[in-house]
């Protein structure tokens, strides 16, 4: 052998070359085939398998990998920026936390679990309570506090009971903090530990094991949510699962079925459909929210945008929506009974809007009712703005003297402000008219604003889903994706006043 | 042929000073000493593989003193042979030659001359591992031979052989001496080698080379 | 002859028997744990296939696509790792072993520092350096517009893991192979230099050749070592399927799932992949040798 430099460095490169070709190949033959990453808690194995398999069976093209571990690890990773596209943590304060760093966008929930104590089906021992883990001799098994979610519920319950340092000590003795729950139902399966604190769910997943349940005086339950990675390179396909995996008729039967105490989940669909009705002022203010959200979320948004006098009352006469988004409180409460929870977005005040340069003069609501002016003003009946304009003008006693005034009342504000711009410059049909100052922004050139100071009640536009909607939570997500900051300054640019996450 | 004047040569906290001697073209030349005496050191300051502090080596009135040991064409036979193991005997005897770059024809020419000489003939296929000791020394003999080099450097090539092979190669040593004419110089603290092969008899006494030529038979000088 | 009048009395010696005895105890009870423990692995998942009906799982991982994609990222980043730990390891352990230098003793110590080091700082490490590497490349960026990323991405990624295993199997092959060097006597190398060689073809035609046990004995050291590397590679490479799990990463995820059955399984696996290459390596690497000597 004559070892040549020359022809060990070659040898050694195409090693190298053929090894690395070798490891790059299946990523680039993976036509058109979707890889999904879920992190997912260790402790809800069996319904998250179950449901990959079914998902995966009815979307072929996808294939979903999965990272378990202690879901509090998980975080870890996640805040880390580890990629990943989808995190199922099995108590939402994880992803909660994670979704405040801004690790995580969207959060679903799932399913509630509860803590319990876990022996073996055939366990002699004498297991009531958390008092029982006290017993000399006993091998107790905990999540680590820092781990999965359990070991931190274990923890809080314990404190609760008061026994917390003395089963801390008794497990530092003789029995075990483990990383996983999984890890320990392993072990009590085992025979390694006697017993321990597990949940509800994965005792239900393992048949040797049995469970014993725990004072709800100091339990609380697990909230399990899934979020949807910031790091993730396919929102849509993200979304599109962790929509599937809490679909009622899809991933809540499989949660169910281990005894997980789901929430009233969406039904599914591949591409859901969201009606939402919205008051005509709004439409410019959410057009590019509502694009961006279909466009992540993959779905579609069947928009209505109107009167809201008209909208309420087609909702009154049954009309079917899955979301409501109206220009004043006064038209949710006339159909309360068919929403949820309405949230107040924004807020527009009143104002008198004039041909640009204001001939007429005209400085406060009661100019509004001289001789001889040509008003225009909304229609009470049929929009909040008009029945706004009555209430105030009413309120100051003007509403006769205005209403002889009054040439033109039409459903939307926005035609009012038309109505200011003549065919020619200099001329107008109208020399005033009462319209949200939404409206009257919109035409700076045309139209310049009178503030009422007498105005003290601005309109304000709540959201709300529908109660029947086949799609509550994705149109609670519509309303959070609303409630974002980017959304936030499309309203401003708009002239709307953002309402701090305002209550009814 | 081989002349050292003034050589000093340090070798860890061990030094020579001074070392002059000179061997003629031809003659075969042998350099007692005790043990660790550093006769070996003043061989590999000849051979060019120790640094010479101060003086020079002339080899045929040129002073190599600054030349690499590869420049200085010596053949070199150190003790129990040093042979590579990755070769097999011919490997060995070809070495040399490749790294000259002699053409296929003339290095088998060579090869085959050298076994010859040297007797290896039955064993050129051969690997080392497993050679005799007689084998070993032949085979290094001839790896140090094969391009004819002028100066033979010979590092107690005996010591770890049996009688009857120490026997043999001194009349290898000898015979081959003669044939090619190469001047040797032949480290041993063997006294019978000595009196066999020494044309000329060095003496390395207290740091210092004495040659004892001209009384070596007769004296018993230690 | 002095003064002795009766001949000393026979000195009399106890039994090797012990001696052998304790020979055997003491190191036969560790080859007894090494082989326990992999017979424990192979009769617990039988006992699992045979008794409790838990054949699908160990299915589930022998047809499990992530699986033989980590066996596949498993044996090839080894491969690779250990051709690039080589080329770095030869220089640095013939230094070690033929030169004497300043600093040398600080050489020797920065080399154990991947050895000593628990597995997980490494990858901590490796993360910290890319983050404060991409800092500074960003303050660079920024002050002069010129940009500087690394062709290749490292966290979370392949790359990443390499490098991970390279962090610590080539200082364990600059272990074997400054051994390897010490056993070739330098004189050989002397020899060659008064044939007519350069250093550098002394070392390629002599030393490398001599070294191929060395070299052969630090390759697999250095792969076996990668191939068994989690920990660095856990905390800087991730544990993506598909992507950046190996097979140690597999058998800890099937842990931590509680899926017992598929992490012995994987193990077995890999056990069978270490055997098999040892075995393959040695023989061949063996045969090769021993027919250059009888040749």
Redesign the interface.
């Known amino acids: 052998m004559k070892p040549r430099f020359g022809v060990v460095a070659v040898a050694s490169i195409s090693v190298i070359a053929v090894a690395a070709m070798l490891l790059t190949r299946p990523a680039t033959s993976g036509d058109e085939q979707e890889t999904l990453i879920l992190l997912y808690g260790a402790g809800l194995r069996e319904p998250v398998r179950e449901i990959i398999d079914e998902y995966q069976r009815e979307f072929p093209n996808v294939r979903v990998d999965v990272i378990p571990s202690g879901t509090g690890q998980l975080m870890a990773k996640v805040l880390a920026g580890e990629k990943g596209d989808l995190f199922l943590g099995a108590d939402s304060s994880y992803v909660d936390k994670a979704y405040e760093k801004g690790a995580v966008a969207e959060r679903l929930a799932v399913a509630r679990q509860w803590p319990v104590l876990s022996v073996r089906k055939d366990s002699k021992l004498s297991i009531e309570n958390v008092q029982s883990l006290l017993q000399s001799g006993l091998k107790v098994g905990l999540g680590n506090p820092g781990g999965p979610a359990i070991g931190k519920a274990s923890q809080g319950i314990l404190e609760r009971a008061g026994i917390w340092k003395q089963v801390k000590a008794a497990v530092e003795n003789h029995g075990v903090f483990k990383p996983t729950v999984q890890e320990l139902a392993n072990d009590v399966k085992l025979g390694t530990i006697d017993v321990a604190i597990l949940l509800d769910g994965t005792v239900a997943q393992h048949p040797e094991l049995k469970s014993i349940p725990i004072d709800e005086k100091i339990n609380e339950p697990l909230h399990i949510s899934i979020g949807v990675m910031t790091t993730t390179e396919r929102p849509s396909r993200a979304l599109h699962f962790a929509r599937y995996l809490t679909a009622h008729d899809r991933g809540l039967k499989n949660f169910a079925k281990y005894q997980y105490d789901v929430i009233d989940g969406d039904a599914w669909a591949d591409v859901p459909e969201l009606s939402l009705l919205s008051g005509g002022i709004l439409r410019t203010a959410i057009s590019d929210t509502l694009d961006e959200f279909e466009r992540r979320e993959g779905v579609e948004i069947v928009r209505n945008f109107n009167g809201c006098g008209i909208l309420t009352s087609s909702l009154k006469a049954g009309g079917e929506a899955d979301a409501y988004f109206a220009c004043d409180v006064s038209f949710m409460t006339q159909v309360s009974d068919l929403f949820l929870d309405p949230v107040n977005v924004s807020q527009t005040r009143m104002v008198i809007a004039v041909p640009k340069g204001n001939p007429r003069g005209i400085e406060k609501l009661s100019d509004l009712a001289r001789e001889g002016l040509k008003i225009g003003v909304a229609n009470a009946k049929q929009s909040a703005l008009g029945a706004l304009t009555e209430q105030l003008l009413a309120r100051h006693e003007l509403l006769d003297a205005v209403m002889k005034n009054v040439r033109t009342q039409l459903p939307t504000a926005d035609v009012l402000v038309t109505q200011l711009q003549g065919p020619n410059s200099g001329t107008s049909l109208l020399d005033a008219v009462v319209v949200y100052e939404v409206n009257a922004l919109r035409a700076p050139r045309d139209v310049d604003i009178i503030y009422i100071a007498e105005a003290v009640a601005p309109a304000v536009q709540p959201f709300a889903v529908a109660r029947r909607s086949k799609h509550p939570h994705l149109g609670k997500r519509l309303l959070d994706a609303i409630r974002q900051a980017n959304s936030k300054k499309r309203f401003e640019d708009n002239g709307f006043v953002w309402m701090h996450g305002g209550q009814e | 042929m081989i002349e050292l004047s003034g050589v000093h040569i340090v070798s860890g906290s061990f030094a020579l000073t001074d070392v002059a001697f000179s061997v003629p073209r031809g003659a075969y030349a042998v350099l007692m000493g005790r043990t660790g005496s550093g006769k070996t050191t003043i061989l590999e300051a000849i051979c060019g593989l120790k640094r010479v502090v101060a003086g020079d080596i002339r080899f045929a009135g040129e002073n190599v003193t600054q030349l690499k040991a590869a420049e200085r064409g010596i053949g070199f036979v150190p003790q129990d042979g040093a042979l590579f193991r990755s070769m097999t005997v011919r490997e060995h005897l070809e070495f040399a030659l490749e790294i000259r770059r002699w053409d296929k024809p003339r290095r088998h020419e060579r090869v085959a001359e050298l076994a010859a000489m040297v007797g290896v003939e039955h064993l050129l296929d051969r690997g080392v591992v497993g050679l005799s000791g007689g084998e070993t020394q032949r085979v290094a003999l001839g790896r140090a031979l094969s391009f004819r080099p002028a100066i033979l450097c010979l590092d107690e090539p005996l010591s770890a052989l049996d009688d009857e092979s120490r026997q043999e190669m001194i009349e290898l040593l000898k015979r081959i001496q003669r044939d090619t004419g190469v001047t040797a110089l032949h480290v041993t603290h063997n006294r019978s080698e000595a009196e066999r092969l020494a044309d000329v008899w060095l003496r390395l006494v207290d740091g210092k080379v004495v040659d004892v030529s001209s009384d070596a038979v007769s004296s018993d000088a230690r | 002859m002095a003064s002795n009048d009766s001949p000393a009395p026979r000195h009399r010696v106890g039994s090797d028997r012990w001696f052998y005895g304790c020979l055997i105890l003491l190191g036969g009870s560790y080859i007894v744990l090494i082989l326990l423990t992999l017979l424990a692995d192979g009769v617990y998942v039988l006992m699992e296939i045979f008794l409790h009906g838990q054949w699908p799982a160990v299915r589930n991982v022998l047809v499990s696509e992530?699986i033989w994609?980590a066996t596949?990222?498993s044996i090839?980043?080894s491969?690779?790792t250990t051709?690039?730990a080589?080329?770095v390891a030869v220089p640095i352990g013939y230094l070690l072993s033929r030169f004497k230098f300043p600093g040398r003793a600080l050489l020797d110590a920065i080399l154990d520092i991947p050895i000593v080091l628990p597995p997980l700082v490494i990858g901590v490490s490796l993360l910290i350096l890319f983050k404060t590497g991409g800092v500074i490349s960003n303050a660079i960026a920024e002050k002069t517009g010129i940009e500087l990323s690394m062709p290749i991405d490292f966290p979370?990624a392949?790359p990443g893991v390499i490098l991970a295993q390279f962090l610590v199997a080539a200082a364990f092959a600059v272990r074997a192979l400054r051994l390897a060097f010490d056993e070739i006597?330098f004189?050989?190398e002397?020899?060659?230099?008064?044939?007519?060689?350069?250093r550098?073809?002394a070392f390629?035609?002599?030393v490398?050749?001599?070294a191929?046990g060395g070299l052969l004995a630090a390759a697999t050291l250095t792969w076996a070592r990668s191939l068994g590397e989690f920990g660095p590679i856990l905390v800087f490479a991730?544990?993506?399927?598909?992507?950046t799990e190996v097979l140690p990463t597999s058998v800890f995820?099937q842990?931590?799932?509680?899926?017992?059955v598929g992490a012995v399984t994987i193990s077995l696996g890999m056990v069978l992949i270490a055997v098999v290459v040892l075995v393959v390596v040695r023989v061949f690497g063996h045969r090769d040798l021993a027919g250059?000597?009888?040749?």
């Open positions: 992530e994609y596949k990222l090839l980043s491969t690779i051709v690039l080589l080329w979370y392949i006597p004189r050989k002397e020899v060659a230099l008064t044939l007519g060689c350069t550098g073809q390629w035609r002599v490398l050749p001599e191929r991730g544990a993506t399927p598909m992507r995820l842990f931590s799932v509680g899926d017992l250059r000597a009888l040749r």
